[in-house]
């Protein structure tokens, strides 16, 4: 007889991690992991003891690392799997794992065929400690191939608790690109939480107006048509693109010790909050929450209901 599906190795090592939610888009290019980055940062800025990690599994192209601040450090091994590396020091409520983290050099390519990637993002799910969690937000590559379907397939045994958004910039070709990630959403009975469109107008670094150099509302559009919520737009910000590609050199003079550590990642939060973007991306985290609590209600009521 099969194992029930809370009894395999990865139900099991998710079992208290309360929300997934898969950032993904079918174009590259598109901004997906900043938006990962500051869906973390804004879930755990919305309440005091939420707990968050990231899994980065954009394997070719991991890039969360670097925006969080963390290039650089190793992967420790305890008798409970891998540990994660944590962005706030020993407060230990924001994690990230990353294959990032365990190439020898940061500039070094992963050439690897789908059965390794398959083994590897089974790993992550299975072999990492992250404990309890409230939100894991997954960074995926552009497309619809390899990784996504393996992640789906890895993650069927907490199905119930999975989500996405869908990230996509207002340009024709992102936009189609984003349909067809919403088709696989679909295949894959993926609830989508919304759109986000990415890169509508440039916020002027010197007055902080936003002018709509590329098109705009094509996002919205699609989301309308779709039928799907459209949680809002975002400009192409100056402040935070600084912030998050910040140079390794810059971050280190804040990682010395474990007490610098928790220091750089409150200014990490606290410099990323005066961006012009953080209070656009605060309501969207906000519409997110609700989503994901009023589903939850929801749940509760159809277990009591067949209890």
Not at 45 to 71: E, H, K, N
Not at 153 to 179: F, G, N, W
């Amino acid at each position: 007889m099969a194992a029930p599906a809370e009894d395999t190795p990865v139900g099991r090592r998710l079992k208290n991690v309360k929300n997934i939610i898969i950032v993904c888009s079918g174009k590259g290019g598109v901004g997906k992991s900043s938006v990962s980055t500051q869906l973390a940062l804004c879930l755990r800025a919305s309440s005091p003891t939420a707990r968050v990690a990231i899994l980065d599994v954009d394997l070719t192209g991991p890039s969360i690392p670097r925006m969080l601040g963390l290039d650089g450090h190793p992967v420790h091994q305890s008798s409970d799997g891998w540990v994660p590396v944590y962005a706030d020091g020993s407060e230990a409520r924001l994690a990230c794992m990353s294959v990032g983290f365990l190439l020898k050099k940061k500039e070094d390519s992963v050439v690897w065929r789908g059965p390794k990637k398959n083994a590897m993002i089974r790993q992550f799910l299975s072999d990492v400690r992250w404990g309890d969690l409230d939100y894991l937000v997954v960074d995926t590559p552009p497309g619809t191939s390899d990784e996504h379907l393996s992640l789906v397939e890895h993650l069927a045994p907490v199905h119930s608790r999975l989500s996405a958004v869908i990230v996509t910039t207002p340009q024709a070709v992102a936009l189609l690109d984003a349909l067809k990630c919403l088709s696989f959403t679909r295949a894959t009975s993926l609830p989508v939480l919304g759109v986000i469109e990415n890169m509508s107008g440039y916020v002027c670094p010197c007055c902080g107006e936003i002018s709509n150099v590329f098109s705009t509302g094509g996002g919205e559009a699609m989301a309308s048509r779709e039928g799907i919520p459209f949680l809002g737009s975002l400009p192409i910000d100056t402040e935070l693109v600084t912030l998050l590609d910040a140079s390794d050199v810059s971050k280190a003079e804040d990682t010395a010790s474990t007490s610098d550590g928790e220091v750089r990642s409150f200014r990490l939060l606290e410099n990323y909050e005066k961006t012009p973007t953080a209070s656009l991306f605060k309501t969207i985290a906000e519409q997110i929450t609700r989503t994901l609590a009023s589903r939850q209600s929801e749940g509760d009521v159809a277990i009591q209901q067949t209890a």
